[in-house]
C-alpha cells in the first residue's frame, strides 16, 4: 500500500488530513512489518517510531490544555563512543534509541529527548535565548493564506489590476539587523504571480510586505509602499507542455544500462559497493548524512575508517539587494526551512539514470505525524565515459603496451527545493578511495521587479542584472558548509597544512636559481586552522599521526577544495554577524556532539551567539585527538539572462581524496567491469 | 587495407620502414579515393598533402647532397579574413591550401611554406635565433640505442649489476640556464630498468648522464656520477594480466547505450551535434583544434559565432628536483615533443565508451613520410547521469510541479601519452551554449632511485614523497595553457573584469552594513588583462561591445576558471623565463596570426625571448578587436604513496558559458532525449 500522504501541494494535504487516521495506519502497518523498521543504531526514525515520539510528548503535554507544534523531530544520536563499541562488538549493551524534538509547546521552545525503549522523556529543557527553530510547512502555508482574507491586501491586488485568484505567496524569515528587542516568531509573506505562466518566481508583486505572527496566526503588519509593473508572463514557464514552436532537434535516446543490474547492495540503511561500506541516514534539517563510511584495503585485507560522518549544516545564501522588500532576504536553508523538509521526489530516468535505485524518507508533521516522501534519494552507479587511470608505453623496443580502466563510482543524490532554487546533491564514492561531494544548483533565480525595461534606463544601483523586461535578477551568494568529521584510520587525527613556497637556490652549484618546496606544518589549536581558500597554494590533509604507512609517510586524506568564495560583507554586517562561519573556507574544531548546526541550532533570527565561529574562539586543541573539518563552498551569483527563465545547473564540488593512506594505488587490483554485452535486442 | 605503418613500437617501425614504398602506397590510394582528401580549408593536412609537401621540399632540396629532417609538418591556415569570407560565400577565390614545414636542412632550421596547389615553395626562410624546433621520434631512437653501443654506459650498467637487455633510455630536452653560447642542439639521454616489470618508470637508473649530439648522433659526453640501489620491480608493474590476487570483486557491466546511434553527423572534419556546429583538426604540435564554433540561436533562428578556434598553446611541466640529473627537467610537452605527436591509439570500451566514434590522424614521419595514427580521436555523447535543469514547484495550493531534464553533452577527447604522463584532454558541448575543456592527468610519475627505504632516513631536502623504498615521487608542476580566440557573435570583442566588491552601506535607512556590488572594466590594453586568478572575486568576460540584447546587456561569453595554480619559481630562474607565460593565469592579447605558440617557435633550447609574456610588453590595445584569451590550467603535484605505481586520473577543467549571449535560456526548448528503450534482450 503506499503511503501517499503527501500527494499534491505539501501546504494542503499536510493541513487538511486528520493526524489521528494516519496514526492508526502507521500502527496498523507496523504491526503488519510493512513499514521500515531501524536496525542500525543511526537509522532515521521510522514511522513507528515518529508514531511514538507523538504519544510520548502528548503524554506529557495532552493536546487538550496545550498547544503543541513539532518543529523538530530526529534522531538522537547515540555517543559516539557508544556507536563505535556496538561497530566492533564490544558494547555491553545496544545503544539507546532516542530521539531529539525541538517543540513550541504553549509558545514556548521545548528541547526534547525522547527514549523510545522506556516510551518516556527523558530530558526537556526549555529554550529562552535568541532564535527560533525551523519554520514548519503547516504553519507557513497557513500564514501564506492568510492576506486573502485581509482586506488591505485584497485592495492593495486589485489597485495592481492583478487577479486575486493568481496570486500565490510564501513566507520569509526575518532575520535579525541588530534590534535589542526581541522580536516575536514572524514571517514576512511576499506574494508572486501567476495569471499565464507557472513561474511565479519571474512575476513577483513588489512593494507589498505583510508580516505575520506565527504563534497568533494573524497579520502583524501590512505595507504597500510602491508599485512597479508587472513582468509579462510571456516567455517564462518552463513546463514542456508550455512550450512553443521552434524546439531544437531532439537527442537521440541515451540510457546508462547495467544488464546484470547493480552492483551496490542495500541492507536497510547500510550500503556496500565495491571497496566502501557506509551508512545513508536522513535528516529533516540536514538532508543526507553519511556516516561510518570505511574502506576495504585489499593489501591490509580489513575494512579501514576514513568518514565518521558527513553532512550539510548549513546554507547560507545572502542576496545583495536593499530594497525595503529586499534587505532581509538572507536564507539559512537548513536552519530555517530544513534542506530535508524541502527534499523533493526524485524523477525516474530524469533526475537519475535508468540503472538507479529509489529510497523513501520520513519526517514528521508539524503535528509530530509520520509522513512519507518517496523517491527522495536514488543510487546508482555512475560511468560517465571517464577514464579511471591509463598509460601506453612505447618506449620499449618492439612493444607497445597499454593498459586503460574505466571510470565506474557510486552516487547517493538527493534533491532539495527551498522555494525557487533546487540543489542537486551527489556523494560519490570511488573504487580509489575518494570520495566526492557535489552540489548542482538550479531551479528559478529570485528576482525584484522593475520600471526598468533597458538596461540603458538603469542610473542607480540595481542590486543586479536586468534579465528581461521589468525583472531584475538579484546579486546573491551561496555558501554551503559542511560538517566532516573524517575519522582516518581511527579517530585520533591531525590537521596538517602542506605549504608549496618558493624557495630561492643559494648553492651556486646549481644552475637552476628557485624552486617550490613542501613545508608541512600541523595545526595545535583552533586558531591554527582556520583558513582561507586560494591565498596560498597549499595541500590541506587530515592525517592519523599515530599511524603511518610501510615506509614512515603519516596516513592521511586530502581535502581537494571545488569553488572558492569568500564572503563579502563586513564582518560586522548583522547577515555576515550570523553567517559568520563563512568567514572561513575551512575550520577544525575538535568533535564535540553537541556541534552540528553552523549557524547554531535556532536560526530563524538568530544573533549569531551559536556559530561555528563562536565555538572555534574558545581556541580549543586540535592536534592527535578527535577533530572535525568544516568545509565552506561558495559561489557567488551574478545573474546573466541565461538565468531566466529557469537556470541551468551550475556545479561545483570538493572532493576527499587518500594521502599516503594506503601502501600503494588501490585500483592498480580493480579489475575493468564487465562490458554490457547484448544481442537480439529489440525496441519496447 | 589497413594502412598500419605505425603498428609496435613507434621509434622501431619508422625508423625501419623505408619512405619510398610508402609514399607509392599513399599514392595508389588517393587516385584510389580511398584515403581523405581535404573539403575544408581548416582540415589538417591529408596523407597525399603530406607526400606532395615531402617531394616539394626534396625539389628544391633533393636528398642526394642535402640532409633532411621534417620535425614540424602542419596547416598553413588560410588567414582569418580569408577564412570568414569562405565561410560566408563571399570570398572571390578558394583560399589557399598551404603547409607551414620546420625542417633542418644541413643542420640549418629553414621555416618553409609550401603552396599545394601551385606545387612549390612560396616562402622559405632560415631561422638563426635561440631555440630548436620539435624532437623527432626518430632522432630521440636513435639517440636512445647510442649508449648500448657505448662501452663507459655498458661498463656503469654492469656495475650496478644490471642487464643490459633490461636497460630502456628515453631522451631529454635539456632547456637553457643561462649560458652565453649557443649549445648545439643535443639531448640528455636518461635510462632506466626492466626486469620483471614494464613500468621502466618505478625504475629509473640513477647517476647516468649521457648527452648525444642529435646532428652528428654522437654521445658527447658522459658521467656517471653516483649510485643508488634500484628499486624493486615486485608491485610496479600495472598490467592486468601480471595483477596477482587478492583482487577487488569486480563490478557488474555498465554501459553508456544507444540503441538509435549517436545524434551527432560528422562530414570529414565538420561536426554537428544538438546546436552546436564546428571543425575538428588535429595538429602534430597542439593535439585536437578545434575551429568555427558556432551555436544555433532558436530564437534568432541562425548560427553564431561562439570560439574562431581553441587549442592547448603548450603544456609547461617544470619538477622540482635540484639534483643534476633532475635540475632540468622541465618539459615543454607540446613545444619540445609534440603533444599531437605524442596522441595514443584510443581504446573502445575503455579510454571511450560504447556509444563513440573514433577518428584517424595522420603526421609526417622525419622523412616527412606520412603516417596514420588510428583511433585518435573519440567522439561521444555523454550521459552522466546528471541534471541540466530542474524545479519541482510545491507553493502553488493544490498542485505540484516538476520538470526535469537530463544533461546529455558531447565530447571529443584524445589522449597524449608524453613519456610517462597520459593526459586525457576532453573539450565538451553542451546544449547551454557551453564549452567546457578538461585535462584528466594519468600515467606513471617519475621517481628518483633513491637510498632510502624509510622516510625517518630523510634528513634533508629530498625534493618529494618517498612512495617506495627507494623511491622518491619528486615535486613538480603542470600548466595547460590554451589559445581561446573567443569570436563572441563576431570578432570585434572586449574584455570585461566585473569585480565583485564588498561596499558598506551609508544610507541609514537600511538596516544593513554592507552588500557586494558588480564594478566592471573593460580593458583597454594588454597590461589590463594579465591576471592572477584567485586574488580577486571577479567574473572574467568576454563581450561584444557592438551588439547588446533586446534589454540592452552586452553579449558575452563568461570563462569559468578551474583548477587555479601560480608559478612557484622565481621570475629570473631560466625555467620561468622560458615559461613566462604562466607568470599569469590569464592574458589577453589582440589577434596575431603569428602568435600561436605561448612559448615561441622553437622551444627546445629555447631563452624566453619569443613568448606570450613578451608579445604582451608591446602593450597593445585590446579593447573592441579581434582578441585571444590565453588561459592557463595549473596544478602542483605533491606525490602520494596513492600515486604509486600508476596514478588515479586528477581532472580539472574551465568553462567557457554564454553571458548575457543569448535573450533566454536555450535550454528552456530542449526537450528531453528518448529514453532507450529495450525488451527481449539477451547477453551475448
Chains 1, 2 share one sequence.
Not at 121 to 126: F, G, N
Not at 292 to 316: C, H, N, P, T, W
Not at 458 to 471: R, W
Request: net charge neutral; proline share 6%; with cysteine.
Amino acid at each position: 500500500m503506499a503511503l501517499q500522504v503527501r500527494l499534491g501541494s505539501r501546504m494542503s494535504s499536510l493541513v487538511s488530513m486528520a493526524s489521528v487516521s494516519k496514526s492508526l495506519i502507521f500502527f496498523l502497518l507496523s504491526t503488519l512489518s510493512i513499514l521500515p523498521t531501524y536496525t542500525h543504531p543511526l537509522d532515521p526514525l521510522t514511522p513507528t517510531e515518529f508514531t511514538k515520539i507523538q504519544s510520548i510528548v502528548h503524554n506529557s503535554y495532552p493536546k487538550s490544555n496545550h498547544s503543541i507544534a513539532f518543529h523538530y523531530v530526529g534522531l538522537e544520536e547515540p555517543t559516539k563512543t557508544a556507536i563505535l563499541s556496538w561497530l566492533e562488538g564490544t558494547a555491553t549493551r545496544t545503544p539507546p534509541r532516542q530521539a531529539f524534538i525541538i517543540a513550541r509547546i504553549n509558545q514556548i521552545t521545548h528541547e526534547i529527548i525522547a527514549d523510545l525503549s522506556v516510551r518516556n522523556i527523558v530530558s526537556d529543557r526549555v529554550y529562552g535565548g535568541y532564535g527560533y527553530p525551523l519554520l514548519t510547512f503547516e504553519e507557513q502555508g497557513t500564514a501564506n493564506a492568510l492576506p486573502f482574507k485581509y482586506t488591505p491586501f485584497l485592495e492593495s491586488i486589485r489597485k495592481r489590476g492583478l487577479k486575486v485568484e493568481e496570486v500565490v505567496c510564501t513566507s520569509f524569515a526575518i532575520g535579525w539587523y541588530g534590534e535589542k528587542r526581541r522580536s516575536k516568531r514572524v514571517v514576512r509573506v511576499l506574494c508572486n504571480y501567476l495569471d499565464g505562466t507557472v513561474n511565479l518566481y519571474m512575476r513577483p508583486i513588489e512593494g507589498i510586505t505583510v508580516t505575520v505572527d506565527l504563534e497568533e496566526m494573524k497579520i502583524l503588519g501590512f505595507k504597500d509602499r510602491s508599485t512597479v509593473p508587472m513582468p509579462k508572463a510571456d516567455g517564462t514557464d518552463y513546463r514542456e507542455s508550455s512550450q512553443k514552436p521552434p524546439f531544437g532537434s531532439p537527442l537521440k535516446g541515451i540510457s546508462m544500462h547495467q544488464s546484470d543490474g547493480p552492483s551496490f547492495t542495500i541492507d536497510g540503511h547500510a550500503i556496500r559497493w565495491a571497496n566502501w561500506d557506509f551508512h545513508l541516514s536522513f535528516d529533516a534539517r540536514a538532508g543526507p548524512v553519511i556516516s561510518l563510511a570505511s574502506i576495504f584495503d585489499l593489501q591490509k585485507q580489513k575494512f579501514r575508517k576514513v568518514l565518521y560522518q558527513g553532512f550539510l549544516s548549513e546554507v547560507f545564501v545572502p542576496y545583495m539587494d536593499l530594497n525595503e522588500e529586499w534587505y532581509y532576504r538572507v536564507f539559512f536553508d537548513a536552519g530555517e526551512y530544513g534542506y530535508g523538509l524541502c527534499a523533493v521526489p526524485l524523477e525516474p530516468l530524469r533526475d537519475c539514470p535508468e540503472n538507479a535505485v529509489f529510497m523513501d524518507a520520513y519526517v514528521a508533521d508539524h503535528n509530530g505525524t509520520p509522513v512519507n516522501m518517496p523517491n527522495i534519494f536514488c543510487i546508482f552507479e555512475r560511468y560517465a565515459g571517464d577514464v579511471m587511470w591509463r598509460h601506453t608505453e612505447a618506449a620499449i623496443p618492439g612493444k607497445v603496451i597499454r593498459e586503460v580502466r574505466p571510470e565506474v563510482t557510486l552516487v547517493v543524490r538527493m534533491v532539495s527545493t527551498v522555494g525557487n532554487y533546487d540543489y542537486v546533491n551527489d556523494w560519490e564514492f570511488k573504487q580509489s578511495g575518494s570520495i566526492k561531494v557535489t552540489v548542482g544548483l538550479t531551479g528559478l533565480l529570485e528576482v525584484r521587479g522593475s520600471m526598468y525595461t533597458h538596461k540603458d534606463q538603469i542610473k542607480e544601483e540595481a542590486y543586479g542584472t536586468l534579465l528581461a523586461e521589468n525583472t531584475l535578477g538579484a546579486n546573491h551568494d551561496h555558501f554551503f558548509t559542511y560538517h566532516l568529521d573524517l575519522d582516518v584510520d581511527g579517530d585520533a587525527n591531525s590537521f596538517v597544512r602542506s605549504q608549496l613556497l618558493m624557495t630561492p637556490v643559494t648553492d651556486h652549484r646549481s644552475p637552476r636559481r628557485s624552486y617550490w618546496r613542501v613545508v608541512s606544518e600541523t595545526a595545535k589549536t583552533e586558531s591554527d586552522a582556520r583558513i582561507k581558500l586560494g591565498v596560498a597554494q597549499e595541500d590541506l590533509l587530515v592525517i592519523n599521526p599515530n599511524k603511518r604507512t610501510n615506509i614512515g609517510n603519516f596516513i592521511g586524506y586530502r581535502l581537494i577544495p571545488g569553488s572558492v568564495a569568500a564572503p563579502l560583507l563586513s564582518d560586522d554586517d548583522y547577515a555576515q554577524i550570523r553567517g559568520a562561519f563563512t568567514k572561513y573556507n575551512l575550520w577544525i574544531t575538535p568533535y564535540n556532539k553537541s556541534e552540528k548546526w553552523a549557524g547554531g541550532l535556532y536560526v530563524d533570527q538568530s544573533r549569531g551567539d551559536d556559530t561555528l565561529a563562536r565555538w572555534s574562539l574558545r581556541n580549543r586543541e586540535i592536534e592527535n585527538k578527535d577533530i572535525v573539518l568544516w568545509y565552506t563552498l561558495g559561489f557567488h551569483h551574478v545573474p546573466y539572462q541565461e538565468d531566466f527563465p529557469v537556470m541551468t545547473t551550475l556545479s561545483s564540488g570538493f572532493e576527499l581524496r587518500p594521502a599516503n593512506f594506503f601502501e600503494s594505488n588501490p585500483v592498480l587490483k580493480v579489475r575493468p567491469p564487465q562490458p554490457d554485452n547484448w544481442s537480439n535486442c529489440s525496441r519496447a
